[in-house]
């Protein structure tokens, strides 16, 4: 079965630092998203991403987060300034097309650890 | 707008013995429910989803579930695990719109013993 691919699976990082989370969708894929967990908390949604634009975004998707699809493959989420709070885990997904029956596929997922 | 509740953080059970995991979900909208699976270091992966017709849904490694209307419920079931079905699973909903946005619940810890 074809596979959404994230790297790093973990990452460390200082407080006011960037960081940039990668994330290569299924080829074929149109459709993107973020969700992240905090550790003991559910599944969050972040943000959807289609056409080269933001679809939809959460109350958590503010002005310190930002995504991209730079080259065609990889669907990146950047952090401009982590703060402790963001530390979670970062999932990234794609879907093909709109039908709801169509499935979405998550990757393993970021651990990201802001210190 | 949509939640969901999963009442139960961890459930113990011995192998080849039944379980349950209950989901319950509010809405204003009509929905759709999905249960997923997350096994350790691993992504999240669809058991199945209910997305009409026959509330009795069966999905993959003999799960089943059936949605529950009057009970705003989404229970997944299965009547003998095994050890490798160690894992955290998740119900999640999505409104009938396109977006395709889950809401997840807090997911339930199974956790099959020897």
């Known amino acids: 079965e074809p596979e959404v691919t994230q790297t790093p699976s973990h990452q460390v990082t200082q407080m006011g630092q960037e960081v940039i989370l990668r994330c290569v969708p299924i080829s074929n894929h149109l459709y993107f998203y973020w969700y992240r967990q905090i550790l003991g908390q559910k599944v969050e949604f972040l943000v959807s991403?289609?056409?080269?634009?933001?679809?939809?975004k959460s109350e958590i998707f503010d002005d310190q987060f930002s995504v991209e699809r730079p080259d065609g493959s990889n669907f990146t989420l950047k952090i401009r300034s982590t703060k402790l709070e963001d530390s979670a885990m970062y999932f990234c997904a794609s879907r093909r097309i709109t039908t709801t029956n169509e499935k979405l596929f998550f990757g393993s997922g970021t651990q990201l650890s802001v210190l | 707008a949509q939640s969901v509740t999963q009442l139960d953080s961890q459930v113990p059970v011995f192998e080849e013995a039944p379980v349950e995991l209950r989901c319950n979900y509010s809405s204003s909208v009509s929905v759709y429910l999905f249960w997923y699976v997350q096994y350790p270091n691993q992504g999240l992966q669809l058991l199945l989803k209910?997305?009409?017709?026959?509330?009795l849904v069966k999905g993959i490694n003999g799960f089943e579930a059936e949605f529950n209307k009057s009970q705003t419920s989404f229970h997944l079931r299965k009547p003998s695990v095994h050890i490798s079905d160690t894992a955290e699973y998740f119900c999640a909903v999505s409104g009938r719109d396109s977006s395709y946005k889950l809401i997840f619940g807090s997911g339930t810890r199974l956790l099959v013993r020897p």
């Open positions: 209910y997305l009409s017709g026959s509330t």
């Open positions: 991403f289609y056409n080269n634009e933001i679809s939809e």
